[in-house]
């Protein structure tokens, strides 16, 4: 049986190689350096994303001027990272922990009942940032009583008994994971961030 014989000339090769190597160096010492690039891009992108998805449904409603919460939010975030692995923390303090499970709220010591704001008046404030007279408790009746902080006179944007806060002994939020990027976001980003590092890391070893 006759065979044929193909020669093939790759060059080219010894490129390649260098950059083979170059990666090798990359990654074969403290990879410390890696996870740093990886967790601060991915603090750096999801910041962006709470940003840019910033909701304000709540004060549409009740007509009133947006906190900037989720631009705090964005501000909160912070990354760490050594040889291991690569951190995000995201504070409680954020609330966006709702983002992997259902949030049950409870009213602190000494208290009897978390507020609700109910007035674009007591959007974004807390019952202390008002004069001590400004409410009074109140049950509100119907099908069901709901307990209230209704306003005393009337003043500003408000009326005359009109409601400031709802006042609740628990409040269950249920998970929401549109709060935060998807795992497929974080770890294309992760990915992206990573590839960034070892090309530059090839660069600086080759030249």
Same mark, same amino acid.
């Given at each position: ?6 020669? *093939?000339?790759?060059?080219? %090769?010894? /490129?390649?190689? =260098?950059?083979?190597?170059? @990666? $090798? ?5 403290? +990879? ?5 690039? &990886? ?14 998805? =910033?909701?304000?449904?709540? =004060? $549409? ?8 919460? +989720? ?5 909160? @975030? ?8 690569? *951190? @995000?923390? &995201? ?5 966006? $922990? ?6 049950? %709220? ?7 009942? %978390? ?16 004069? !001590? !007279?400004?409410? /009074?408790?109140? *049950? &509100? ?8 902080? *209704? ?15 709802? %006042?609740?002994?628990? &409040?269950?939020?249920?998970?929401? +994971?549109? @709060? ?6 974080? +770890? ?20």
């Amino acid at each position: 049986m006759s065979a044929l014989s193909i020669a *093939v000339d790759v060059t080219g %090769l010894d /490129k390649t190689q =260098a950059r083979l190597q170059a @990666l $090798g160096k990359a990654l074969a010492g403290d +990879r410390g350096p890696l996870h740093s690039a &990886i967790a601060q891009g991915v603090m750096e992108d999801t910041a962006k994303f709470l940003k840019k998805s =910033a909701s304000h449904r709540t =004060a $549409g409603r009740l007509g009133a001027a947006p906190t900037g919460f +989720r631009a705090r939010n964005a501000s909160a @975030l912070s990354a760490q990272a050594d040889g291991t692995q690569a *951190v @995000l923390l &995201i504070p409680r303090r954020t609330g966006l $922990g709702r983002a992997f499970g259902e949030v049950v %709220l409870l009213p602190g010591s000494g208290r009897t009942y %978390l507020t609700i704001s109910a007035h674009q008046e007591t959007y974004g404030r807390v019952v202390r940032d008002f004069p !001590e !007279e400004t409410f /009074k408790f109140a *049950v &509100i009746g119907g099908h069901f009583n709901f307990c209230a902080l *209704v306003f005393r006179t009337t003043a500003g944007r408000h009326q005359k008994g009109e409601v400031g806060y709802w %006042l609740k002994r628990k &409040i269950i939020q249920k998970q929401d +994971r549109t @709060l935060l990027p998807s795992d497929a976001e974080w +770890r294309e980003g992760a990915r992206d961030h990573a590839n960034i590092y070892l090309a530059q890391a090839i660069y600086h070893n080759q030249s």
